[in-house]
């Protein structure tokens, strides 16, 4: 189909062919209440109910309705459903598996995911498929061909108990983190110090002790800042030699400072401890030295030691003539906190022009993220994670880590408010998972995490962002990405501000969605916004996301706003294969057989993800329809009259060319139930369905 512009059609509506259109008294006729809202026939002549109060009431979507959790009523032990014996004398689950056999519900089909992938369900008599792998005379089968290989699941970063363990009971170490954080509170202290004379001087101008410190601001080096120099210094180690200096300076509850200064390009170090003073060859009037110091380079080396309570802290200043890189002593910078690695040494990934998928709460799971992976997505990354959670060892926050082995780039999100909790949960992750980079969320417009400080609050507080990522850096060996909105409110920007800083904090990525955050969802993305500040970035990589549903989209924003790549999300959503469509740049006009196996694929992801019992397929269906509240809003190609379907166009109520396709366009969740149910089988009678997002950018 050849692709016109249309400019008759109606604003805001997708151009859907006449012969579609579903008139507006046949909605009428057949109308049913959308998303659940039922109303009952004697709720009219009910009093209204009064309002609640401001505290009493839950804010957001879906939060009056009780959460409802579908399992057994008899919990049997894990053991007794394996067929095994259960020797924990204090178990507290039920051994009686003929009582659970009896009141458990039908099975829903006769082929078990698990066992025909693995030869083995790792929920034995609780899998809801028990007739697949159940022998006559009731026991539990097993598959010898493809047990040998000895995969019983596909998935990474699967949390242990021992770190859990750790974690909950605050035993698990940060070596890295926590020196950074000393060194940190260390700067803002000085900071303080700093504002404090400043403001002193102010008040009593006439005193020249009390004179303004900007030069010491602007020449004072923090040890962040020094370890940083050091490092570019050791470039020129090899045709410049070192000092030697042998002697060990202590002191106990002195302070030191460090200063370097340049003059007639030359290095000179001064080192002051209490009363001791070491000074440079260049800088000494005659005064006795035990050693002599020449050198335009100085390696130094800082160490913190804490013990007994004491702060003691011991500078060493080591030189060595280094002629070659075989001088260098690797064995002594092994398990070292305080030597981390620098941004040129840590592991390079090829973002340019690579297909990346957006991280999506609650809809970006890892089922589904392992269908776009099969329809071509090169990168993706998990669903987003508080950082504090995974701090305190919540299991159902550490499942939002996991990984499919089909995802060969693939990177976590962690969303978080202060420095402390976000630089401990890097080290934690990058030595706990396996994870190609860590995405800090500064995007996040919910409530809940805005007013804690965290997603695109942090957008407001830069001094503390470069301290997050700073330390990020420090103790992590993988990239640090990030993903922002254009700012908090449509008519104050603060992108543009950020992404130079970013660049100089060391960042890898930044992904730059085009709307703020009072906007939401609502409007288009603004991608001239993008392309201005794309122009900025010449040392970092920088993507841009926002309504792309079609190639013609995609490669727009590649040729005309100087990105580097673009950020796939809602789009993804609606039509998965939109990453096929980009690789090849065509349209797929995808049948309604062809989506409802894409949906039975994901049903068979969901369980081997979440389980065969009870519990894991109820959880699937759920999701199932978390998604259908997405792909409803797709229009196939060959009801269109006018390509590309466009995000921000509404869907208007049309039949499509079979029932199946019909059923799959209806906005009402008690069909996406429906479609679950031809899936998964009869839902619970209690079941309800409210979808948790209601994103769209329609106009109108």
Same mark, same amino acid.
């Given at each position: 189909?050849?692709?016109? !512009? &249309?400019?008759?059609?109606?604003?805001?509506?997708?151009?859907?062919?006449?012969?579609?259109?579903?008139?507006?008294?046949?909605?009428?006729?057949?109308?049913?209440?959308?998303?659940?809202?039922?109303?009952?026939?004697?709720?009219? &002549?009910?009093?209204?109910?009064?309002?609640?109060?401001?505290?009493?009431?839950?804010?957001?979507? !879906?939060?009056?309705?009780?959460?409802?959790?579908?399992?057994? /009523?008899?919990?049997?032990?894990? +053991?007794?459903?394996?067929?095994?014996?259960?020797?924990?004398?204090?178990?507290?689950?039920?051994?009686?598996?003929?009582?659970?056999?009896?009141?458990?519900?039908?099975?829903?089909?006769?082929?078990?995911?698990?066992?025909?992938?693995?030869?083995?369900?790792?929920?034995?008599?609780?899998?809801?498929?028990?007739?697949?792998?159940?022998?006559?005379?009731?026991?539990?089968?097993?598959?010898?061909?493809?047990?040998?290989?000895?995969?019983?699941?596909?998935?990474?970063?699967?949390?242990?108990?021992?770190?859990?363990?750790?974690?909950?009971?605050?035993?698990?170490?940060? /070596?890295?983190?926590?020196?950074?954080?000393?060194?940190?509170?260390?700067?803002?202290?000085?900071?303080?110090?700093?504002?404090?004379?400043?403001?002193?001087?102010?008040?009593? /101008?006439?005193?020249?002790?009390?004179?303004?410190?900007?030069?010491?601001?602007?020449?004072?080096?923090?040890?962040?800042?020094?370890?940083?120099?050091?490092?570019?210094?050791?470039?020129?180690? =090899?045709?410049?030699?070192?000092?030697?200096?042998?002697?060990?300076?202590?002191?106990? !509850?002195?302070?030191?400072?460090?200063?370097?200064?340049?003059?007639?390009?030359?290095?000179?170090?001064?080192?002051?401890?209490?009363?001791?003073?070491?000074?440079?060859?260049?800088?000494?009037?005659?005064?006795?030295?035990?050693?002599?110091?020449?050198?335009?380079?100085?390696?130094?080396?800082? =160490?913190?030691?804490?013990?007994?309570?004491?702060?003691?802290?011991?500078?060493?200043?080591?030189?060595?003539?280094?002629?070659?890189?075989?001088?260098?002593?690797?064995?002594?910078?092994?398990?070292?906190?305080?030597?981390?690695?620098?941004?040129?040494?840590?592991?390079?990934?090829?973002?340019?022009?690579?297909?990346?998928?957006?991280?999506?709460?609650?809809?970006?799971?890892?089922?589904?993220?392992?269908?776009?992976?099969?329809?071509?997505?090169?990168?993706?990354?998990?669903?987003?994670?508080?950082?504090?959670?995974?701090?305190?060892?919540?299991?159902?926050?550490?499942?939002?880590? +996991?990984?499919?082995?089909?995802?060969?780039?693939?990177?976590?999100?962690?969303?978080?408010? +202060?420095?402390?909790?976000?630089?401990?949960?890097?080290?934690?992750?990058?030595?706990?998972?396996?994870?190609?980079?860590?995405?800090?969320?500064?995007?996040?417009?919910?409530?809940?995490?805005? !007013?804690?400080?965290?997603?695109?609050?942090?957008?407001?507080?830069?001094?503390?962002?470069?301290?997050?990522?700073?330390?990020?850096?420090?103790?992590?060996?993988?990239?640090?990405?990030?993903?922002?909105?254009?700012?908090?409110?449509?008519?104050?920007?603060?992108?543009?501000?950020?992404?130079?800083?970013?660049? &100089?904090?060391?960042?890898?990525?930044?992904?730059?969605?085009?709307?703020?955050?009072?906007?939401?969802?609502?409007?288009?993305?603004?991608?001239?916004?993008?392309? =201005?500040?794309?122009?900025?970035?010449?040392?970092?990589?920088?993507?841009?996301?926002?309504?792309?549903?079609?190639?013609?989209?995609?490669?727009?924003?590649?040729?005309?706003?100087?990105?580097?790549?673009?950020?796939?999300?809602?789009?993804?959503?609606? +039509?998965?294969?939109?990453?096929?469509?980009?690789?090849?740049?065509?349209?797929?006009?995808?049948?309604?057989?062809?989506?409802?196996?894409?949906?039975?694929?994901?049903?068979?992801?969901?369980?081997?993800?979440?389980?065969?019992?009870?519990?894991?397929?109820?959880?699937?269906?759920?999701?199932?329809?978390?998604?259908?509240?997405?792909?409803?809003?797709?229009?196939?190609?060959?009801?269109?009259?006018?390509?590309?379907?466009?995000?921000?166009?509404?869907?208007?109520?049309?039949?499509?060319?079979?029932?199946?396709?019909?059923?799959?366009?209806?906005? &009402?969740?008690?069909?996406?139930?429906?479609?679950?149910?031809?899936?998964?089988?009869?839902?619970?009678?209690?079941?309800?369905?409210?979808?948790?997002?209601?994103?769209?950018?329609?106009?109108?």
């Amino acid at each position: 189909m050849e692709v016109v !512009n &249309n400019s008759s059609k109606r604003r805001g509506i997708a151009p859907v062919k006449a012969e579609f259109i579903v008139h507006s008294q046949d909605i009428q006729e057949n109308s049913e209440p959308v998303f659940g809202d039922e109303v009952d026939d004697d709720s009219k &002549n009910k009093e209204p109910s009064k309002k609640k109060s401001r505290v009493t009431r839950k804010r957001g979507r !879906n939060k009056e309705q009780a959460k409802k959790t579908f399992a057994e /009523p008899i919990r049997l032990c894990h +053991k007794i459903s394996l067929g095994e014996q259960c020797a924990n004398e204090f178990c507290k689950f039920s051994h009686d598996l003929a009582a659970f056999l009896d009141i458990k519900d039908e099975d829903l089909g006769d082929i078990c995911a698990n066992f025909e992938k693995f030869g083995k369900c790792r929920f034995g008599y609780r899998c809801r498929y028990l007739k697949a792998h159940l022998s006559p005379d009731g026991k539990l089968i097993v598959n010898e061909e493809l047990i040998s290989s000895g995969i019983f699941v596909e998935e990474k970063n699967i949390q242990s108990i021992h770190v859990q363990k750790q974690l909950r009971t605050h035993s698990y170490k940060f /070596p890295k983190s926590d020196a950074y954080l000393v060194e940190m509170q260390q700067e803002i202290e000085e900071q303080r110090e700093l504002e404090k004379a400043n403001r002193l001087a102010k008040l009593n /101008p006439d005193n020249k002790l009390s004179k303004p410190l900007e030069e010491k601001q602007e020449d004072s080096v923090t040890i962040v800042e020094l370890s940083e120099q050091l490092d570019k210094s050791e470039v020129k180690a =090899k045709e410049e030699p070192d000092v030697n200096f042998n002697s060990d300076f202590e002191s106990t !509850n002195v302070r030191k400072r460090i200063k370097l200064e340049d003059s007639d390009s030359k290095s000179q170090v001064k080192v002051k401890i209490g009363e001791m003073e070491l000074k440079s060859k260049d800088d000494t009037t005659g005064e006795n030295s035990n050693s002599d110091i020449e050198s335009t380079d100085v390696r130094k080396k800082i =160490k913190l030691e804490d013990s007994d309570s004491k702060c003691k802290e011991k500078v060493k200043i080591e030189g060595t003539e280094l002629k070659s890189k075989d001088d260098v002593n690797v064995e002594e910078f092994i398990d070292t906190p305080d030597v981390p690695l620098r941004t040129c040494e840590k592991k390079k990934i090829t973002f340019k022009n690579k297909l990346y998928l957006a991280p999506l709460t609650t809809v970006g799971n890892l089922p589904f993220r392992r269908i776009c992976k099969e329809f071509g997505a090169d990168i993706t990354c998990g669903e987003m994670a508080m950082a504090t959670n995974l701090l305190q060892g919540q299991q159902s926050e550490w499942a939002l880590l +996991k990984r499919h082995i089909s995802e060969d780039c693939f990177g976590v999100q962690i969303c978080g408010a +202060k420095a402390e909790h976000l630089v401990k949960c890097a080290e934690l992750l990058n030595n706990e998972i396996e994870a190609d980079f860590v995405d800090v969320n500064l995007g996040c417009p919910i409530d809940l995490v805005f !007013n804690k400080g965290g997603g695109s609050k942090l957008l407001m507080h830069d001094g503390r962002l470069g301290k997050i990522i700073k330390g990020m850096n420090k103790v992590m060996d993988i990239p640090v990405t990030v993903k922002l909105r254009t700012g908090i409110l449509d008519n104050l920007p603060l992108a543009h501000k950020l992404i130079p800083k970013f660049q &100089n904090w060391g960042v890898e990525l930044a992904t730059l969605h085009g709307r703020s955050r009072q906007q939401r969802y609502t409007k288009l993305a603004d991608w001239d916004y993008i392309s =201005k500040i794309s122009l900025k970035t010449s040392e970092m990589n920088f993507f841009g996301n926002g309504d792309v549903l079609g190639y013609e989209d995609y490669y727009h924003h590649i040729e005309n706003d100087h990105v580097d790549g673009v950020m796939i999300g809602r789009g993804a959503l609606i +039509k998965p294969w939109i990453f096929d469509e980009i690789k090849s740049k065509r349209h797929y006009d995808i049948s309604s057989k062809e989506r409802f196996d894409i949906l039975k694929k994901f049903c068979d992801y969901g369980i081997e993800h979440w389980g065969s019992d009870t519990i894991g397929i109820n959880n699937t269906r759920r999701f199932l329809c978390e998604w259908m509240s997405f792909l409803y809003r797709y229009i196939p190609v060959g009801l269109l009259e006018v390509l590309p379907q466009r995000i921000n166009e509404r869907p208007p109520a049309f039949h499509g060319r079979d029932e199946l396709e019909t059923l799959m366009a209806s906005p &009402n969740s008690k069909d996406w139930v429906k479609i679950s149910e031809m899936l998964l089988g009869p839902a619970p009678d209690s079941f309800v369905f409210l979808p948790k997002h209601a994103s769209n950018s329609y106009e109108g």
